[in-house]
Nanobody, 115 residues
Framework: QVQLVESGGGLVQAGGSLRLSCVASRNIFSANVMGWYRQAPGKQRELVASISSGDSTNYADSVKGRFTIVRDNAKNTVFLQMNSLKPEDTAVYYC?????????WGQGTQVIVSS
């Protein structure tokens, strides 16, 4: 069992920045993929960014060039740096850790971007 705890969400004006953190209760260097997802009201959960064990990254088209995902294996933490935020980035952001057999989710952190 792995617990994931997200933090760093909040209210920010359009054009601003936030950095989300996801701390895992066990090592993440063995996770195949660490990812950030988001879910806006009335919408399905979608992948925002992911990073593999080999540090390959993948981003949703809507966030490319604005968001950066980084993993710090020594701290069992994954970060999502979000710049140039837009109102359409408003959502609950969830951290996911995909290991060989199981996948785990955090409880989410709310991000609200005002126009």
């Amino acid at each position: 069992q792995v617990q994931l705890v997200e933090s760093g969400g909040g209210l920010v004006q359009a054009g601003g920045s936030l950095r989300l953190s996801c701390v895992a209760s066990r090592n993440i260097f063995s996770a195949n993929v660490m990812g950030w997802y988001r879910q806006a009201p009335g919408k399905q959960r979608e992948l925002v960014a992911s990073i593999s064990s080999g540090d390959s990254t993948n981003y949703a088209d809507s966030v490319k060039g604005r968001f950066t995902i980084v993993r710090d294996n020594a701290k069992n933490t994954v970060f999502l740096q979000m710049n140039s935020l837009k109102p359409e980035d408003t959502a609950v952001y969830y951290c996911n850790a995909a290991y060989r057999v199981f996948s785990y989710w955090g409880q989410g952190t709310q991000v609200i971007v005002s126009s």
